[in-house]
C-alpha cells in the first residue's frame, strides 16, 4: 500500500508537505494554547513534522497515520532525532475510517481531507476519535481570488472552480456543520514558495541520480512546466490554511 510514486519523489526531501513554513507550524502549536500531555491524532501525518515539533515544543503525545511508507520512516527517525520517539508513534497505513481508542485533545487531518471524502466527512471522522470540547484541525486549499474560467481552476491543479471555496466561505461553511472556528494561520505566497520551489531542486537532482528510471520522462517535463504553471496559477489564485474548530454548545 502506498500513494502514487510521483509524490515520493518530488516531496522526498520535504518535512512538512503543504505550503507552511517551520514558523507557521510553530505559530499554529502556539496559537493554540497546548498543554503537556495532550494526546493527538494526525491522520494523513506525512513526515510527522507538526507532531513531532509539537512534542518537542509543547510536550504533546500522539499517533500518526500514513499510507506514505517513505514519509512514515521519515517521521519516525524525526521523532528520534528530535528525543520525541517515547510521545509519538507513526503508523504506516491507511487513514480512511481510522478511529483511534484513545480520545484526543486534538484531532487533525492537515492537506488530506479526501481521506474522509471532503472537509464534512473529515470533520465527522475525526470528531469520532475526539474528546468533549477538543479541537479539530483541517488543513484547506480556499481561493485567494476567484478563478475567472475553469481553465484557470484547472492550472491550479484543481479539478472545477467549485472543488474550494473562498475563505469567507470556507469560514461560514464550518459553522454550517456545527462548530465554531477558533483559530487559524494561513499559508502567503513565499510559504508556497517553500513547499513548491523545493520540489523543484528535488527533481532536478533525482533526474541527476535516476537518468533511466521509468519515471524520468515524467518527472523531466514536471521539472520543465512546474515553474511558470505554479507562477501562473497557484501562487495568484489559491490560498491554503489550517482552521482550529470547536463543536458549538
Ligand atoms: N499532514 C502532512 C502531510 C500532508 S500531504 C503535512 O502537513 O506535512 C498529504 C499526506 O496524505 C501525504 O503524506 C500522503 O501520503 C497522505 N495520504 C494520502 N492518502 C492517505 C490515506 N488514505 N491514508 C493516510 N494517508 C494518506
Given at each position: 500500500?502506498?500513494?502514487p510514486?510521483?509524490?515520493?519523489?518530488?516531496?522526498?526531501?520535504?518535512?512538512?508537505?503543504n505550503?507552511?513554513?517551520?514558523?507557521?507550524?510553530?505559530?499554529?502549536?502556539?496559537?493554540?494554547?497546548?498543554?503537556?500531555?495532550?494526546?493527538?491524532?494526525?491522520?494523513?501525518?506525512?513526515?510527522?513534522?507538526?507532531?513531532?515539533?509539537?512534542?518537542?515544543?509543547?510536550?504533546?503525545?500522539?499517533?500518526?497515520?500514513?499510507m506514505s511508507?517513505?514519509?512514515?520512516?521519515?517521521?519516525?527517525r524525526?521523532?528520534?532525532?528530535?528525543?520525541?520517539?517515547?510521545?509519538?508513534?507513526?503508523?504506516?497505513?491507511?487513514?480512511?475510517?481510522f478511529?483511534?481508542?484513545?480520545?484526543?485533545?486534538?484531532?487533525?487531518?492537515?492537506?488530506?481531507?479526501w481521506?474522509?471524502?471532503?472537509?464534512?466527512?473529515?470533520?465527522?471522522?475525526?470528531?469520532?476519535?475526539?474528546?468533549p470540547?477538543?479541537?479539530?484541525?483541517?488543513?484547506?486549499?480556499?481561493?485567494?481570488?476567484?478563478?475567472?474560467?475553469?481553465?484557470?481552476?484547472?492550472?491550479?491543479?484543481?479539478?472545477?472552480i467549485?472543488?474550494?471555496?473562498?475563505?469567507?466561505?470556507?469560514?461560514?461553511?464550518?459553522?454550517?456543520?456545527?462548530y465554531?472556528?477558533?483559530?487559524m494561520?494561513?499559508?502567503?505566497?513565499?510559504?508556497?514558495?517553500?513547499?513548491?520551489?523545493?520540489?523543484?531542486?528535488?527533481?532536478?537532482?533525482?533526474?541527476?541520480?535516476?537518468?533511466?528510471d521509468?519515471?524520468?520522462?515524467?518527472?523531466?517535463?514536471?521539472?520543465?512546466s512546474?515553474?511558470?504553471?505554479y507562477?501562473?496559477?497557484?501562487?495568484?489564485?489559491?490560498?491554503?490554511?489550517?482552521?482550529?474548530?470547536?463543536?458549538?454548545?
Amino acid at each position: 500500500m502506498d500513494i502514487p510514486r510521483i509524490f515520493n519523489i518530488t516531496e522526498s526531501a520535504h518535512r512538512i508537505h503543504n505550503p507552511f513554513t517551520p514558523e507557521k507550524l510553530a505559530t499554529l502549536g502556539e496559537a493554540l494554547r497546548l498543554e503537556t500531555g495532550t494526546r493527538m491524532l494526525d491522520l494523513g501525518s506525512g513526515s510527522g513534522e507538526m507532531l513531532c515539533t509539537w512534542a518537542r515544543d509543547y510536550g504533546i503525545i500522539g499517533t500518526g497515520i500514513d499510507m506514505s511508507q517513505l514519509f512514515t520512516g521519515q517521521a519516525k527517525r524525526r521523532a528520534e532525532k528530535l528525543g520525541v520517539a517515547d510521545q509519538v508513534e507513526f503508523i504506516h497505513g491507511d487513514a480512511a475510517g481510522f478511529v483511534s481508542d484513545e480520545k484526543a485533545g486534538v484531532a487533525a487531518c492537515i492537506g488530506a481531507t479526501w481521506i474522509g471524502g471532503g472537509v464534512g466527512g473529515t470533520i465527522e471522522l475525526l470528531a469520532q476519535s475526539l474528546c468533549p470540547g477538543g479541537i479539530i484541525l483541517i488543513g484547506e486549499p480556499y481561493w485567494r481570488q476567484l478563478p475567472p474560467t475553469e481553465d484557470v481552476a484547472k492550472g491550479c491543479q484543481a479539478s472545477s472552480i467549485s472543488d474550494f471555496l473562498l475563505l469567507p466561505e470556507l469560514l461560514a461553511s464550518f459553522g454550517h456543520l456545527g462548530y465554531d472556528v477558533v483559530e487559524m494561520v494561513l499559508a502567503d505566497q513565499d510559504s508556497w514558495d517553500r513547499y513548491e520551489a523545493a520540489k523543484w531542486l528535488t527533481m532536478r537532482r533525482w533526474l541527476e541520480t535516476n537518468p533511466d528510471d521509468e519515471f524520468a520522462k515524467d518527472v523531466r517535463a514536471q521539472l520543465t512546466s512546474e515553474p511558470v504553471r505554479y507562477a501562473t496559477y497557484t501562487r495568484e489564485y489559491l490560498g491554503w490554511g489550517v482552521f482550529a474548530l470547536m463543536a458549538r454548545c
